[in-house]
C-alpha cells in the first residue's frame, strides 16, 4: 500500500500516539528491560493498540498485521550513561504471526539498529 498520500503527509503523527514507540520509550526511561523490542503479531486484533497512521486508511484497518519495532540506541549500553536514541526501526508485515520473539528476529534487528547508531553518530561528529 502506498504511504505517500496527501492524507498521510497531512497527519500529525507522534511517539505518544504510537502504542510500540510509548512502550520502548518508557522500557528505556525505566532502564529495566534487556528487551526494548516491541512485538505485535495481530495488529489489526489487539484492542489497545494507538497508531496515528489508522486514520490514513479506510475504516481504520492497517495494511500490515504483524510488526516488530526497535529503537535506534547502542546494543551495549553503560547505565550510567546516557544515549540520544535516534530514532525506530519498524518492520511490517501484512501477514499474521510473522515475527519470532524467541530466536532470531530481535537479534538481527537490535544489530541492524546498533550500526545505524554508529554511522549516525559518526555523521554528526563529522557535521
Same mark, same amino acid.
Given at each position: 500500500h502506498n504511504r505517500d498520500t496527501e492524507k498521510?503527509?497531512?497527519?500529525k503523527h507522534s511517539i505518544i500516539g504510537n502504542t510500540p514507540y510509548r512502550i520502548i520509550v518508557n522500557k528505556i526511561l !525505566?532502564?529495566?528491560?534487556? *528487551?526494548?523490542a516491541y512485538v505485535n503479531n495481530d495488529i489489526n486484533s489487539s484492542k489497545d493498540y494507538d497508531n496515528s497512521s489508522k486514520e490514513c486508511y479506510p475504516n481504520g484497518i492497517l495494511p500490515y498485521s504483524s510488526e516488530l519495532v526497535f529503537p535506534i540506541i547502542?546494543?551495549?549500553?553503560?547505565?550510567? !550513561?546516557?544515549?540520544?536514541? *535516534?530514532?525506530f526501526i519498524c518492520i511490517d508485515c501484512n501477514m499474521k504471526d510473522k515475527f519470532d520473539e524467541t530466536r532470531y528476529d530481535i537479534p538481527m534487528?537490535?544489530?541492524?539498529?546498533?550500526?545505524?547508531?554508529?554511522?549516525?553518530l559518526k555523521r554528526n561528529l563529522i557535521k
Open positions: 498521510y503527509a497531512k497527519t !525505566k532502564q529495566n528491560s534487556k *528487551n526494548l547502542p546494543a551495549k549500553r553503560d547505565k550510567t !550513561k546516557n544515549y540520544k536514541m *535516534n530514532g534487528v537490535e544489530g541492524i539498529a546498533d550500526g545505524i547508531y554508529d554511522i549516525i
